[in-house]
């Protein structure tokens, strides 16, 4: 079994700044990608940042300069500061990671249950 868990959503006006986190736990073997997708009302999901293993970097352009990913290894947990929020980053923001459950597996896509972040203007 493994649980992606996301916290920090809520609600804030345009402007402002939120800090998402998410937990893997479980029976982890190893942690390739991680990172955050986001759906909006009407939308498709989206990625949103994509972080791999050794620290490489990927965001959405529609993000970039506003949004900072980080991720712990140790910890095995991924961030999400969110800064100059705009109405159009109202979504749900949901965790992604590449997890191998067993030694020499291939990685599968594993997914949290989504935190509503919502910017009001």
């Known amino acids: 079994q493994v649980q992606l868990v996301e916290s920090g959503g809520g609600l804030v006006q345009a402007g402002g700044s939120l800090r998402l986190s998410c937990a893997a736990s479980?029976?982890?073997?190893?942690?390739?990608?991680m990172g955050w997708y986001r759906q909006g009302p009407g939308k498709q999901r989206e990625l949103v940042v994509s972080?791999?293993?050794?620290?490489?970097?990927t965001y959405a352009d529609s993000v970039k300069g506003r949004f900072t990913g980080s991720r712990d290894n140790a910890k095995k947990m991924v961030y999400l500061q969110m800064n100059s929020l705009k109405s159009e980053d109202t979504a749900v923001y949901y965790c992604?990671?590449?997890?191998?459950?067993?030694?020499?597996?291939?990685?599968?896509?594993?997914w949290g249950q989504g935190t509503q972040v919502t910017v009001s203007s």
């Open positions: 972080i791999t293993s050794d620290g490489k970097t």
């Open positions: 992604n990671a590449e997890i191998s459950m067993t030694f020499g597996t291939k990685p599968k896509n594993y």
């Open positions: 479980g029976i982890i073997s190893s942690i390739n990608a």
